[in-house]
T-cell receptor, first 111, second 115 residues
Framework: RKEVEQDPGPFNVPEGATVAFNCTYS??????FFWYRQDCRKEPKLLMS?????NEDGRFTAQLNRASQYISLLIRDSKLSDSATYLC????????????WGLGTSLAVNP | GAGVSQSPSNKVTEKGKDVELRCDPI?????LYWYRQSLGQGLEFLIY????????KSGLPSDRFSAERTGGSVSTLTIQRTQQEDSAVYLC?????????????FGPGTRLTVL
């Protein structure tokens, strides 16, 4: 089992749709969780950290379920500019210096 | 302020040649990371530095790969006797320190093509 697993997609949705991505991680002792965004042929950029209580930033909501070891990202009212690959990232338990990266979920928002 | 910069942006080399990739982190960031990303693949961790020391070199694919960091700032990743499978985008990132809770800021990458 991979340490961080994501559905690769692609997700094709119309503008205005709500789309949800899930990510599962294997190590129950992992401490920090993030969603990064990577545009085509660009470097990854932090979208949001994921906190135990869940957090929201505008149209984006992140949730953490420690019991089931999964993280979710919800995008509401999707825009064309949301088209990108969304990377789930988890800190390596016992060694917070290494982040474990999922392969990413590809999203295409269509007009 | 300036972000992470990397040079060159593109490098085409012949199999068997050595290449050196450079990373300038954000000023004041003590942690520096090297990753590799092949086409359509996820990020592959190579090595990280805290200051000038490299506590974790576990991701280096072979002994042809080495990296150093001097003055707690600039880092170079060297690949000796390049092979075609080394072709990838090499990404450098820096963060305030090596605590896993800190955001990593990425440079634009160096696209390496080994012919």
């Amino acid at each position: 089992r991979k340490e961080v697993e994501q559905d690769p997609g692609p997700f094709n949705v119309p503008e205005g749709a709500t789309v949800a991505f899930n990510c599962t991680y294997s190590n129950s002792a992992s401490q920090s969780f993030f969603w990064y965004r990577q545009d085509c042929r660009k470097e990854p950029k932090l979208l949001m950290s994921v906190y135990s209580s869940g957090n929201e930033d505008g149209r984006f909501t992140a949730q953490l379920n420690r019991a089931s070891q999964y993280i979710s990202l919800l995008i509401r009212d999707s825009k064309l500019s949301d088209s990108a690959t969304y990377l789930c990232v988890v800190s390596n338990a016992g060694n917070n210096r290494k982040l474990i990266w999922g392969l990413g979920t590809s999203l295409a928002v269509n007009p | 302020g300036a972000g992470v910069s990397q040079s060159p942006s593109n490098k085409v080399t012949e199999k068997g040649k050595d290449v050196e990739l450079r990373c300038d982190p954000i000023s004041g960031h003590t942690a520096l990371y090297w990753y590799r990303q092949s086409l359509g693949q996820g990020l592959e961790f190579l090595i990280y530095f805290q200051g000038n020391s490299a506590p974790d070199k576990s991701g280096l694919p072979s002994d042809r790969f080495s990296a150093e960091r001097t003055g707690g700032s600039v880092s170079t990743l060297t690949i000796q006797r390049t092979q075609q499978e080394d072709s990838a985008v090499y990404l450098c990132a820096s963060s305030l320190d090596s605590s896993g809770g800190n955001e990593q800021f990425f440079g634009p990458g160096t696209r390496l093509t080994v012919l």
